[in-house]
C-alpha cells in the first residue's frame, strides 16, 4: 500500500484515503438519519460521527487525514456561501437594509462587548491586565462570528421561510465581514497591549479592508462571468461544470490572494441571483443537487478534527465564560438590535437562538491569533476556541431547530419535488372522485361523467371494493350506440385496473409507477380486500400541489408583513 | 326505422369472423337458467379452449347484475374471460319463448347470442355487442333468424340478413 495514498488509524491500521471517504460519507448520513428520526438536526449527527471517528474517540481520521480532506472543507465553505449569496436579493436589503444592519451591529457588538467583560474580568485571575485584556477583546472579536454553514443547513432542512429566516440569512452572510473587522481591530490593540510586532491599527484595518473588499471583488467579477456564461448553456451538465469550476476559481484565488473566501462565494451567489434572478434558479438548483454529499464529508471531518485536548482548570473557567458570554451576548444583542429595528416579536424573541454556531471563521481567527499574540495567549485562545466550537456546534443547530419552529416558519419554504418526497398518498388521495357500483347502467354513468371533470371513473362491486375503472377512451366505444345505454352497465363497459396504490404508499413511489405505465391516474385502495379509498389523477395532483406550494408561501409572506409595517 | 342493407352487410362481415355455422343451435329449454347454461355448454363444445365452468359463472354473475334480455326477444349474454385469447359468437334460437327471461320489454326471449371476449380486449367486445345489436334490430334480419327451422338457416339469415 502506498504510504502517499494512506494513512495510518487506529491500533496501526492503514486506511485508504477513498475507503474514508466513503466511510465518512456513509457513516454520516447514517448519523443524521438517526439524529434526524431524533428529531435533532441531521447536521448534529454528521458532527457526532465526526467527534466518534475522530482525535477525541477512535482515531481512524487523524490529524493528517484531516488536513488531505481541507480542500473538501474548503469547497464545502464556499458551497454554503454560494448558496447564501444567493438568499441575499437586493429587494429584500433595499426593503430591510436598515433593520439589518441595526441588527448586525447589535448582536455582533453584543457578544464582542459581553465576552470580552467576562474572559477579561476572569482572566485577570490568572493573568496580568494587559494580557487578560488582550486575550479578552481577541475572543470577544471571535465571538462576534457566526457559523453560517450548520445554520442554514438546519434551514434547508425544515424548509423555513418567514421573517426570521430572512433575518438570519442575511444576518450569517454579514455576520464574517463584521467578525473579521472586529478581530483586525482587535488584534492590533491586543497586540500593541502584550508588546508583541505591532502592526498598528491603520494597518490593520487595511489589511482587512483587503481582506474583505478584495474578497468581495473576485466574487462579483466572477458572478458576472458565470451569469454570461449560464446565459449562453442549455445543457444541465455544461452549466453544472460552468457553476462548480467558478466556484473552484474563486476560491483557490482567494486562498491563493489571502482573501476572505466565503464572503467571495457568497459575493459570486449574490451576483448570480441579482443579475439573473430566473435564469440563476438553475445554477443554485444544481449547486443544491450536487451539494449534500459535500456537507456531509465537511461536518464529519468538522467533528474529527475537534479536540478538548489537555484542558486546564482555568482554561475550562475562560471557556465556560466565552460561551455565556457569548450566547448571552448574541441573544441580549439580537433582542435589542431587532427591537430597535422595529423587526416582528418573533424575530425580536428568536434570533438570538440562531446565531449560536461557531465554526471555520472561529477556529480560523483563533489559528490567526496564534501567529499575532504569540505563545501563551495564542495558545489559550486556540484552545478556547476549539473547546467551545465542540460544545456550540453540539447546541447550535437543535437551538436554531427550537427557535425556527416556535416562530411557525418551518415547512413554508418548500417546491414540489419537497411536498412530493413528504407526502404519503393518503394525504393527497381524491377521496370524492365518482365511483360507480358495476350494475350502473350507462344510461346513469355518463350524465355523471358529463357533468365532472375527471379523466377516469372506478367501479365498485357491493362491498365496495375495486372491481375495475371505466376511461374516456374506452367509453368513446359504448357512445356510438345510444340503444345499449339501458342495458349496458359499468360492468360491461369497465377495464382491468392496470395497477393501484394503498394509502400508506410514499407519494414519490405511486407517482414513479404512473410515469413507467404511462398512468394518467391510479386507484387508491385500502387493505388486502381492495377496500376502495379514492383515485389519485395526475392532473388533479399537479393542481393541489402548486396550491399547496402557493399557500405554504402566502402564509410565510403574511408573517413577514409586521415587519414590513414596524420598520 | 330499418337500416339501409348496404350497411347491415358490413356490420355482418364483421361478425362472420367470429361466428361459425357449427356455433348455432336451436334448443328446447323451459327457462332462462336451462336455456343460458344449454347455450354456455354448446358454445365450450365448439370453442373447447373456453372453460364452461369459468363460463357459466360469468354469464351468471352478469345476469345478477341486470337481464341480458335487450327487448324484441332477444338477449344478448355477454361476458370477458381472462382464460380466453379470442372472441367468439354463439347464437341459439330457443323454440318454447323464455317467460322468465326478465327482458327489458317484459317479453319472452326466443333469440340468445352469446359473446365472449378476452378480458384484455376492450375495444373488440364492444364492437361485437354493438354490431350484433344493430344487425339484429334490423327487422328483416331479426324476422329471417326468428322464423328459421335449422341451425344452418340461422346461420345463413344471421350473416346474410335473408331466409
Excluded at chain 1, 394525504?427 to 358529463?450: H, K, N, S, Y
Excluded at chain 2, 344449454?38 to 369459468?54: C, F, I, R, T
Amino acid at each position: 500500500m502506498n504510504a502517499a495514498s494512506s494513512l495510518v488509524g487506529l491500533a496501526g491500521v492503514h486506511l485508504p484515503m477513498l475507503l474514508v471517504f466513503s466511510l465518512a460519507l456513509f457513516f454520516g448520513t447514517v448519523g443524521g438519519r438517526i439524529f434526524q428520526r431524533l428529531r435533532i438536526p441531521q447536521v448534529v449527527g454528521y458532527i457526532a460521527i465526526g467527534i466518534l471517528v475522530g482525535r477525541s474517540c477512535l482515531n481512524l481520521i487523524d490529524e493528517q487525514m484531516i488536513a488531505r480532506f481541507q480542500p473538501v472543507g474548503f469547497f464545502a465553505l464556499g458551497v454554503i456561501g454560494f448558496m447564501i449569496g444567493g438568499e441575499l436579493k437586493l429587494d429584500v436589503f433595499r426593503k430591510y437594509g436598515r433593520q439589518l444592519i441595526i441588527t448586525l451591529l447589535a448582536e455582533g457588538l453584543g457578544a464582542f462587548v459581553v465576552v470580552s467583560l467576562l474572559t477579561t474580568g476572569l482572566s485577570l485571575l490568572f493573568m496580568e491586565w494587559h494580557h487578560a485584556v488582550a486575550l479578552g477583546v481577541v475572543l470577544g472579536a471571535i465571538a462576534s462570528a457566526t457559523a453560517p454553514a450548520a445554520t442554514v443547513d438546519v434551514l434547508w432542512e425544515y424548509k423555513t421561510r418567514g421573517p426570521l429566516t430572512t433575518t438570519v440569512f442575511a444576518l450569517v452572510a454579514l455576520d464574517d465581514g463584521l467578525a473579521l473587522l472586529l478581530y483586525a481591530l482587535a488584534s492590533a490593540f491586543a497586540t500593541k497591549l502584550t508588546g508583541q510586532v505591532d502592526v498598528g491599527a491603520a494597518s490593520a484595518i487595511l489589511h482587512t479592508a483587503y481582506h474583505i473588499g478584495g474578497a468581495l471583488v473576485v466574487g462579483a467579477v466572477a458572478g458576472v462571468g458565470l451569469n454570461w456564461l449560464l446565459r449562453w448553456t442549455r445543457e444541465y451538465e455544461k452549466a453544472l461544470t460552468f457553476s462548480l469550476g467558478m466556484l473552484g476559481m474563486v476560491i483557490g484565488v482567494t486562498r491563493l490572494l489571502e482573501m476572505d473566501m466565503i464572503l467571495a462565494a457568497m459575493a459570486l451567489g449574490a451576483t448570480v441571483v441579482n443579475l439573473a434572478p430566473r435564469r440563476s434558479r438553475e445554477a443554485f438548483d444544481i449547486m443544491e443537487r450536487f451539494a449534500p454529499p459535500i456537507y456531509v464529508l465537511f461536518f464529519v471531518m468538522v467533528g474529527a478534527r475537534m479536540t478538548l485536548g489537555a484542558m486546564t482548570g482555568s482554561l475550562w473557567l475562560i471557556a465556560l465564560a466565552y460561551v455565556a458570554g457569548r450566547t448571552g451576548g448574541k441573544i441580549l444583542g439580537a433582542t435589542l438590535g431587532a427591537r430597535w429595528a422595529g423587526m416582528s416579536g418573533k424575530v425580536q424573541k428568536y434570533l438570538g437562538m440562531c446565531l449560536f454556531s461557531q465554526a471555520g471563521v472561529a477556529i480560523g481567527l483563533a489559528m490567526l491569533a496564534t501567529d499575532n499574540l504569540g505563545e501563551p495567549l495564542g495558545a489559550v485562545v486556540t484552545t478556547v476556541v476549539t473547546a467551545t466550537t465542540f460544545l456550540v456546534q453540539l447546541v447550535g443547530p437543535p437551538a436554531v431547530k427550537y427557535a425556527v419552529a416556535k416562530a411557525g416558519e418551518v415547512g413554508l419554504e418548500v417546491t414540489e419535488e419537497d411536498l412530493i418526497n413528504d407526502y404519503k398518498v393518503g394525504d393527497v388521495v381524491d377521496r370524492q372522485t365518482p365511483a360507480f357500483d358495476q350494475g350502473t347502467p350507462l344510461a346513469q354513468v355518463l350524465p355523471v361523467i358529463a357533468h365532472t371533470d375527471a379523466t377516469a371513473y372506478l367501479v365498485v362491486d357491493d362491498e365496495r371494493r375495486l372491481a375495475g375503472m371505466l376511461t374516456l377512451e374506452g367509453l368513446k366505444h359504448s357512445l356510438a350506440s345510444e340503444g345499449m345505454w339501458q342495458w349496458l352497465l359499468a360492468f360491461d363497459v369497465m377495464e382491468p385496473v392496470p395497477d393501484r396504490a394503498t394509502d400508506e404508499m410514499p407519494l414519490r413511489e405511486a407517482i414513479t409507477r404512473m410515469g413507467e405505465q404511462n398512468l394518467d391516474y391510479l386507484p387508491v385502495v385500502q387493505g388486502e380486500g381492495d377496500a376502495l379509498v379514492g383515485m389519485l389523477e395526475d392532473r388533479k395532483l399537479k393542481r393541489f400541489l402548486t396550491r399547496e406550494v402557493i399557500r405554504r408561501k402566502e402564509l410565510a409572506d403574511e408573517q413577514a408583513e409586521p415587519q414590513t409595517a414596524g420598520s | 326505422m330499418p337500416r339501409p342493407i348496404e350497411t347491415i352487410w358490413t356490420d355482418m362481415a364483421a361478425l362472420a369472423e367470429y361466428l361459425t355455422p357449427e356455433a348455432v343451435t336451436i334448443l328446447d329449454c323451459p327457462s332462462k337458467a336451462e336455456a343460458l347454461s344449454a347455450l354456455a355448454a354448446h358454445h365450450v363444445g365448439v370453442h373447447s379452449q373456453v372453460d364452461l365452468a369459468e363460463l357459466t359463472a360469468a354469464i351468471h354473475q352478469r345476469e345478477k347484475l341486470m337481464s341480458t334480455g335487450i327487448g324484441q326477444a332477444l338477449a344478448i349474454p355477454h361476458v370477458r374471460l381472462s382464460s380466453v385469447k379470442s372472441a367468439t359468437i354463439s347464437v341459439a334460437l330457443n323454440r318454447r319463448p323464455l317467460d322468465d327471461y326478465e327482458s327489458l320489454d317484459n317479453l319472452p326471449v326466443r333469440l340468445l347470442v352469446l359473446i365472449v371476449a378476452p378480458a384484455g380486449k376492450h375495444e373488440i367486445y364492444l364492437q361485437l355487442l354493438s354490431q350484433v345489436v344493430a344487425a339484429l334490430k334490423a327487422d328483416d334480419v331479426r324476422n329471417a333468424v326468428m322464423q328459421a327451422e335449422a341451425p344452418g338457416t340461422i346461420f345463413d339469415a344471421f350473416l346474410k340478413g335473408q331466409p
